[in-house]
């Protein structure tokens, strides 16, 4: 509604009050007609009593009677009659005198007062005779006594009732002349009334809403854009005139914010323009760098492997001086190119993180372990010390968080020439249970006694392409990535990362991370050692002694004794040798010792410790172990290198008590078995042990097939979901590890037809295998009715560990299978076993095929483990092909699945390298994104020959190495 419309309104409203009030007034203060008819009759009511007093002696008394002398009318209602006539008579006379208000007719009542008196009499004696039936008496008083008796009455009343009408109608006539003017005065004031309401009328539309409307439809063009409409002044100085003012104003600064607007829409257009051009070019440096770390790196590779193989031939010390600086060099180069591609990786938004369950003291120790080599050549000390309070198991990215701890301790090498370098983990006090799955909040540190940092420096060291000052990257060499990626993978993981350090007095580098809890059970040794009787030798008291200490108290052992050294005089004759327990001896070997004689060591031992022989394990270095004679090693009962590794040192105290048998040994022995051997099918199908293995992948089912036959277990394999459907309809089966993605039918849809036909009480264990640890997944697979997932490359110890857990019964089907049959002699140099032991082929870069992962699948079956690696090599180059094909048709679909059983094939074989690659690209084709996708295509193939020719040098070369 417009104001206008609003305006009159308001003013019809006040015009119907007016009127409505006028006549309220009226109505209150004047006489209506109705009034006045009401006033005169009242002024007739006192009339209307005499007239019942006179009927009452005329027509009810004196009538009666003469009808009953007639005989008209019985006696008995002829004295009923008389008695009410004199009753009624009686209250009208009384109200009529109230009512008298003048002296005249005073003095009339005065006499007819008396009158009524004989009337009365009169009556009580009719009354009488009436009630006598006395006919003579009664003709006697109508002759004699009736009219005497009422006449004079009859006339006084008569003068009364005269009076009074004339009262009445000067009343009336009063009244009358009262409401006539009222009339007078009702009309002028509505004259007034009526003449203000105009003058406020005019007044108020053409000073108020005549300028309101006229600023509102200015308003409005304003509001509309129209920003060119003027705006009236309207010449006043009140709150209207300001009103109109402002709107000038606003006017005004809407066309300047206009103008601004359309300046800020052109910068923004030119922003957009030079943004986009800047991804272009971002993408097109990601791109080169990407191509170009890829086509340096494969030609490196065969750098640093004829380095190694040359570095076997005979020398000249020159030549390996030389040799070093290349392979020193070609390390540096890979590093640079490795650190390039993730930096890359990162920001094109294309770094994702896995979710698989980790032992968090394997990724911690497994870096350390890396780099002590490093360490060994600067004589630096490198100690790992985990808080025992750390869950042992963990859901994270063990890859991302090997990446940042390799990076901190790398760096801490570089930048410190004396002292050690200590690497710390503790569970933060954020640790709290939630209500979902428990979330540990894990601190890692990394001291050093290096160079330190200034405060400047500190603030710019996590920027990329940043090192402490320009001298730093010329004396110590490196990218300045390193820090900046850290930075990025603890924020992916929900951390952060800092630096706390002392210019010239060290550094500590910390991260922290929030990871999910697997098991929060304590870690402890598979085998009971806590009763162990522990002499540790020439540990001192510095951090390597602590970290000593937190492994044995993790184990519960308490026994301990710490000693500088040993000798052959006991602290306290025989005080040990009583309970009769064996001693183990923790003799850790300086830096820059000289091999020790190990039978000096152990007759010391016996002689210092007491007791039976105790068995003294040596702490030393690689590079003193490596060179210790068999002379040397014949006392000793085994060498641990440093960093000590927990589970490692528990299982050498497990063993030097005769509970445990040492790896090395068992497998060097000619009695020593070659696995599990499996129960016959229908023995394990009648005990429920069966396993049904779906997978469409080949190279997966040679994976799979491998280790479960070498773990003792009897299984049966499908190549789809149909396919499995069926066999497990015909069959029982105890458990179903089944692929994420098959034809026909995927693992989810065969999970889903499986527990809809399951009978009450009645479950399959099933457990998926995926190449996909993304965040999520393992909520997705409890989501679709399965019980845990494992990621591909998979983990035969967890594979193991999930069979123990959710197939049990199969563990006492399970025979040790016999020893290998010795056919005839060995030969004096037999030939190597290239998955002996991660060290066992240095040529190999294990990010392109690691013989590790190999090693624990193919254990002493390098032949079956060259088979699939090879057989592996063959398909992929028709799946990169078919991949291709499928990129040029405009298929992604078809390529992305291609890719994917690329992926999964690659990690199953230990081809880290081109498994990586190949999750990019199905990445890239799940993004939509054509271009990166045909890049990281173009690069699969050069990755393939990267990894045939690993596979050659790896299956082909004599390992070389020391014994660990």
């Not at 005139?241 to 606003?250: T, V």
């Not at 995926?770 to 591909?792: F, I, N, V």
């Not at 040529?843 to 088979?867: K, S, T």
Request: proline share 5%; hydrophobic share 45%; net charge negative.
């Amino acid at each position: 509604m417009t104001i206008r419309a609003r305006f009159h309104l308001i003013f019809a409203i006040i015009a119907v009050l007016i009127l409505t009030l006028a006549l309220g007034t009226m109505s209150v203060s004047g006489l209506s007609r109705e009034q006045v008819e009401r006033i005169h009759h009242g002024a007739l009511i006192p009339s209307l009593d005499l007239k019942t007093v006179s009927d009452a002696y005329t027509t009810a008394a004196i009538v009666s009677a003469v009808r009953v002398r007639v005989g008209d009318m019985p006696w008995d209602q002829g004295e009923a009659a008389v008695r009410r006539a004199k009753d009624a008579a009686g209250p009208a006379w009384e109200r009529y005198i109230s009512h008298v208000k003048t002296q005249t007719e005073r003095e009339i009542v005065r006499t007819a007062q008396d009158h009524m008196d004989e009337a009365n009499t009169a009556l009580d004696e009719l009354i009488d005779i009436l009630g006598a039936q006395d006919i003579a008496g009664l003709t006697a008083f109508i002759a004699r006594d009736m009219y005497p008796s009422v006449n004079p009455l009859l006339v006084a009343i008569q003068e009364l009732t005269t009076l009074q009408d004339r009262y009445g109608e000067s009343i009336y006539a009063d009244a009358l002349e009262q409401v006539e003017g009222q009339r007078v005065r009702l009309a002028v004031l509505m004259a007034a009334a009526l003449v203000v309401f105009l003058l406020a009328y005019y007044t108020l539309r053409n000073r108020v809403v005549g300028p309101l409307v006229t600023m509102t439809d200015a308003m409005s063009a304003v509001a509309g854009g129209r920003l060119d409409r003027d705006i009236p002044s309207l010449g006043k100085r009140d709150e209207i005139g300001a009103l109109a003012a402002a709107l000038a104003r606003f006017r005004d600064n809407a066309r300047q914010l206009r103008d601004d607007q359309q300046r800020l829409h052109d910068l923004a257009e030119e922003l957009r323009d030079a943004r986009d051009r800047a991804e272009e070019a971002t993408r097109a440096k990601s791109s080169f760098l990407a191509m170009m770390s890829h086509e340096i790196r494969t030609p490196m590779n065969g750098v640093v492997a004829m380095a190694e193989m040359m570095d076997q031939t005979g020398l000249t010390g020159d030549q390996r001086g030389m040799l070093d600086i290349v392979r020193a060099s070609s390390a540096s180069l890979l590093t640079i190119i490795n650190d390039i591609l993730d930096f890359s990786k990162i920001e094109a938004g294309r770094m994702e993180l896995e979710a698989i369950e980790l032992s968090l003291v394997e990724v911690v120790e497994g870096a350390a372990e890396i780099l002590a080599g490093r360490a060994e050549e600067k004589g630096l000390e490198l100690v790992v010390d985990i808080d025992p309070a750390v869950p042992s198991r963990l859901v994270g990215d063990p890859v991302r968080l090997r990446q940042v701890l390799l990076n901190l301790i790398g760096n801490a090498i570089k930048f410190t020439d004396h002292g050690g370098i200590v690497v710390t983990v503790d569970a933060s006090p954020g640790s709290v249970p939630g209500p979902g799955p428990d979330v540990s909040l894990l601190r890692f540190a990394v001291r050093d006694d290096g160079i330190g940092l200034t405060p400047a420096q500190r603030d710019t060291l996590f920027r990329p392409f940043q090192q402490a000052d320009s001298s730093t990257s010329r004396h110590y060499g490196g990218t300045g990535l390193g820090l900046a990626i850290c930075r990025h993978l603890c924020t992916l993981m929900g951390g952060s990362i800092g630096v706390e350090s002392v210019h010239g007095e060290g550094s500590t580098f910390w991260f922290e991370v929030p990871l999910t809890v697997a098991d929060r059970t304590a870690p402890a040794p598979s085998v009971d050692i806590h009763d162990a009787r522990l002499v540790a030798v020439g540990f001192g008291d510095g951090p390597e002694r602590h970290a000593l200490a937190a492994m044995l108290a993790a184990a519960g052992v308490e026994d301990v004794r710490w000693r500088d050294r040993l000798t052959a005089t006991p602290d306290a004759p025989g005080a040990d040798a009583e309970d009769g327990r064996r001693a183990v001896i923790l003799w850790r070997a300086a830096a820059g010792d000289d091999a020790p004689d190990a039978g000096e060591l152990t007759a010391n031992a016996a002689a210092g410790i007491g007791g039976p022989d105790p068995a003294v394990v040596l702490v030393a270095s690689r590079t003193l172990a490596s060179r210790l004679a068999e002379a040397h090693r014949a006392g000793l009962f085994c060498t641990l290198t440093r960093p000590l590794r927990r589970d490692r040192l528990w299982h050498v105290i497990a063993a030097a008590l005769g509970r445990a048998k040492l790896e090395g040994r068992d497998r060097a022995a000619d009695g020593a078995t070659s696995g599990w051997q499996a129960p016959a099918l229908e023995e394990a199908r009648e005990a429920g042990a069966l396993i049904l293995v779906a997978e469409d992948n080949v190279t997966n089912q040679a994976v799979i097939r491998r280790m479960l036959s070498q773990g003792g277990y009897a299984f049966e394999i499908a190549s789809n979901g149909v396919e499995a459907l069926k066999l497990y309809a015909a069959g029982r089966y105890g458990l179903l590890l089944t692929d994420f993605h098959m034809p026909e039918m995927d693992g989810f849809a065969l999970t889903s037809a499986i527990r809809s036909g399951e009978a009450e009480g009645v479950r399959l264990p099933i457990v998926a295998l995926t190449a996909d640890a993304l965040p999520g997944t393992e909520q997705r697979c409890l989501d679709a009715g399965m019980d845990a997932y494992l990621t591909k490359p998979v983990d035969s110890r967890r594979l193991f560990d999930l069979l123990e857990r959710f197939l049990p019964q199969a563990r006492d089907l399970r025979r040790r299978a016999p020893p290998p049959e010795t056919a005839a002699p060995k030969a004096a140099n037999p030939p190597a076993d290239p998955l002996a032991s991660p060290l066992a082929s240095p040529l190999v870069d294990p990010q392109v095929l690691n013989l590790a992962y190999l090693g624990d699948i193919f254990a002493g079956a390098a032949e079956q483990a060259e088979a699939l690696v090879r057989g592996f090599i063959g398909g992929a180059r028709g799946m990169i092909d078919e991949a291709g094909a499928a990129l040029d048709a405009g298929d992604p679909a078809a390529a992305r699945e291609t890719v994917h059983a690329l992926k999964g094939g690659a990690h199953s074989v230990g081809a880290t390298r081109l498994g990586q690659l190949a999750g990019d690209l199905q990445d890239a084709l799940d993004d939509g994104d054509g271009d990166t996708a045909a890049l990281l295509h173009s690069l699969l193939a050069m990755t393939l020959d990267e990894l045939a020719d690993a596979a050659d040098t790896a299956f082909a070369v004599p390992a070389h190495g020391v014994d660990r």
